[in-house]
């Protein structure tokens, strides 16, 4: 059994900051890559950002220098600390593994930057 539940979404102005968190449960979470993502309406699921076991990060281009990805194993949680936001960053996030295991997918947090 695979569980992953995101928490930390909300409503923000533009340029403020927010800190997801995802905590896993029935998995052995330190072994494996992790990744945010988000899906805003109209479009697909995008990978945001992904952290390797080893802590190795990459971003999308969209979001490099204003996005933070880590992890605590010893917890099994990942976060996302998410600064200077702009609209555009406005979706729903999920955190899953990298790569994504489809039967992994949680309910996701809302995200909502605006004025």
């Known amino acids: 059994q695979v569980q992953l539940v995101e928490s930390g979404g909300g409503l923000v102005q533009p340029g403020g900051s927010l800190r997801l968190s995802c905590v896993a449960t029935?998995?052995?979470?330190?072994?494996?890559?992790m990744g945010w993502y988000r899906q805003a309406p109209g479009n697909q699921r995008e990978l945001v950002a992904r952290?390797?076991?080893?802590?190795?990060?990459n971003y999308a281009d969209s979001v490099k220098g204003r996005f933070t990805i880590s992890r605590d194993n010893a917890k099994k949680t990942v976060y996302l600390q998410m600064n200077s936001l702009k609209p555009e960053d406005t979706a729903v996030y999920y955190c899953?593994?990298?790569?994504?295991?489809?039967?992994?997918w949680g309910q996701g947090t809302q995200v909502t930057v605006s004025s």
């Open positions: 029935g998995s052995a979470f330190s072994i494996y890559g």
């Open positions: 899953n593994y990298f790569p994504a295991q489809r039967n992994a």
């Open positions: 952290i390797a076991p080893g802590g190795r990060e």
